[in-house]
């Protein structure tokens, strides 16, 4: 079981970009990295995942070094409605991916 | 685009009674989840289901939990006796397939006093 680390808050202002980085020291071979957010009383939703390299969809980049010990999930120009919990997960190899998440990365974006 | 609905949004209960939670996953995906948050807590999974039958259940499923696909459609999950500890946001979720994105539902936030 691969656990994951992240910050457990950062702030930021409307405008700028943030990068939320996620240790994953013990992620297996067939893991995949996947960073979904959090309103309060809401559902989680997906961002992004990726299992190599960079990888960016319309909402954010995921960049995941070569030894993919870490990743960093990017946000840019981040709004008010950015503030959310981001969590970083690490699937559980094959077979169900039984998603374990963390406590996630609290990020506030102030005016 | 499709998503994940639940249904109700809030469900309040008195102990000991029983509740059914229900979810309409998307429609073609094949792989079914119940996820719980109790308040200012992680989401925690608590089962997994294919074809009609539980794949995977945490330590949390015991035998007050099941889940259920009774037609096309819907993935219910019901507390047989609820307790005060069941209170939580219930979250189910859906994917293609085994290994694909999950994607979530609004969640159902229930109540038992």
């Known amino acids: 079981l691969a656990k994951t680390t992240q910050p457990i808050s950062m702030d930021s202002y409307e405008g700028q970009e943030v990068n939320i980085t996620c240790s994953h020291n013990?992620?297996?071979?067939?893991?995949?990295i996947t960073w979904y957010q959090q309103f309060p009383s809401q559902g989680p939703r997906f961002i992004i995942q990726g299992y190599k390299t960079k990888v960016t969809n319309e909402v954010a980049s995921l960049f995941i070094p070569a030894d993919r010990k870490s990743s960093t999930l990017s946000l840019p120009r981040v709004s008010l409605s950015d503030t959310a919990v981001y969590y970083c997960l690490v699937a559980e190899g094959t077979g169900f991916q039984k998603l374990v998440f963390g406590t996630g990365t609290r990020l506030l974006v102030s005016p | 685009e499709p998503e994940v609905t639940q249904t109700p949004s809030h469900q309040v209960t008195q102990m000991g009674q029983e509740v059914i939670l229900r979810c309409v996953p998307i429609s073609n995906h094949l792989y079914f989840y119940w996820y719980r948050q109790i308040l200012g807590q992680k989401v925690e999974f608590l089962v997994s289901?294919?074809?009609?039958?539980?794949?995977?259940k945490s330590e949390i499923f015991d035998d007050q939990f099941s889940v259920e696909r009774p037609d096309g459609s819907n993935f219910t999950l019901k507390i047989r006796s609820t307790k005060l500890e069941d209170s939580a946001m219930y979250f189910c979720?859906?994917?293609?397939?085994?290994?694909?994105?999950?994607?979530f539902g609004p969640g159902t936030r229930l109540t038992v006093l």
């Open positions: 013990n992620i297996a071979t067939n893991d995949y």
């Open positions: 289901f294919y074809n009609n039958e539980i794949s995977e």
């Open positions: 979720a859906s994917s293609v397939g085994r290994e694909d994105t999950q994607y």
